[in-house]
């Protein structure tokens, strides 16, 4: 059976919808894991852990604290609240 008949007995020749694009990581140095804000994190995680973490001077802050989300270097890491 060829590709264009298999698609045909699949149901159609559209192609299927591309997946939707991962969160984009955090600006400063931020990769895989890492947001640029705190709803970004807590909707791909959830959970009511949820810290900033300064990545020139590795020091994790937690809400409440002044420099939660206000450093230049730094990002919502991926955390399972554990």
């Known amino acids: 059976m060829t590709v264009s008949a298999c698609t045909a007995a699949a149901g159609g020749g559209a192609p299927a919808p591309a997946p939707a694009p991962a969160p984009a990581?955090?600006?400063?140095?931020?990769?895989?894991?890492?947001?640029?804000?705190?709803?970004?994190?807590?909707?791909?995680?959830?959970?009511?852990?949820?810290?900033?973490?300064?990545?020139?001077?590795?020091?994790?802050?937690?809400?409440?604290?002044?420099d939660y989300g206000h450093t230049k270097s730094g990002a919502f890491p991926a955390t399972t609240g554990r």
């Open 25 to 66: 990581p955090a600006a400063g140095g931020g990769g895989q894991g890492q947001y640029a804000s705190e709803a970004e994190a807590r909707a791909r995680y959830g959970g009511d852990l949820v810290v900033w973490v300064n990545l020139k001077s590795h020091i994790y802050h937690f809400a409440g604290h002044r």
